[in-house]
């Protein structure tokens, strides 16, 4: 009897440890300064200040990561039925206003489109730049390997909520130089498309325009995190 009791113990532990689940802190709500908001076990590894909001403050945008690896499902494809788990640690993006007192009120915590260390390929950690500059937010990323890829993403905090206004795709091979570099402004709904060599840009390549259809314009909430929107057939942004 006390052998099958010993049996039922340890397999409940064992389903316990298999439901536990990596919950995301949330992000406190207001600070006096950057290490007011950091989590425990969590560490800044990039920042940037400037006006987000038109109101000549500057404002706050940090990145933070988790100490430890763990399992992820992270989406890529079409933002919806391509998963894959990778193993890496976790990162926050967290943007604050500043008021005249000093005071920060975090205005918007995301927990998925700063992409992770493991998913730059061989160039190692895609994490380039963010950046604070005419009341946008820029982000860049770069991976790969012969084939290398550079994208950015311009955020525009507009009626309470934060838009993709602007984005550019950049894929080349570095040996060569071919490449196809796409530049979208989804505020005038255009797209700019540049073929051709990376060495040659203004001399022999291929550069067209055309019309963006889309029904609105995205946000941090209904654009998951980069590679996840098909805009186009078979193009991913």
Request: glycine share 6%; proline share 3%.
């Amino acid at each position: 009897m006390k052998i099958l009791c010993f049996y039922f113990l340890m397999l409940s532990v064992q389903i316990g440890f298999a439901q536990k689940t990596f919950t995301f802190p949330k992000i406190k709500s207001q600070g006096a300064s950057i290490e007011q908001f950091t989590p425990a076990n969590w560490t800044i590894i990039d920042q940037a200040q400037g006006d987000l909001n038109n109101d000549d403050l500057a404002d706050l945008a940090v990145v933070f990561e988790y100490s430890k690896q763990i399992d992820e499902t992270r989406t890529y494809g079409d933002n919806s039925s391509e998963i894959i788990k990778e193993t890496q640690k976790p990162r926050i993006l967290a943007l604050f206003f500043k008021d005249k007192s000093g005071t920060y009120t975090l205005s918007i915590q995301n927990n998925d489109f700063i992409l992770r260390s493991e998913e730059g390929g061989k160039l190692g950690d895609p994490l380039q730049q963010i950046a604070i500059k005419d009341q946008q937010l820029y982000l860049r990323f770069q991976g790969g390997a012969e084939w290398r890829w550079e994208l950015g993403y311009t955020f525009k905090f507009e009626n309470k909520d934060w838009f993709l206004t602007s984005a550019v795709n950049l894929y080349y091979n570095q040996n060569n130089g071919d490449m196809t570099e796409r530049v979208y402004d989804f505020k005038r709904r255009e797209l700019f498309t540049t073929y051709g060599n990376l060495h040659n840009r203004d001399i022999a390549n291929q550069r067209t325009s055309e019309v963006l259809f889309f029904s609105q314009l995205r946000t941090f909430k209904t654009f998951k995190k980069p590679w996840a929107w098909e805009i186009m057939p078979n193009v991913y942004l």
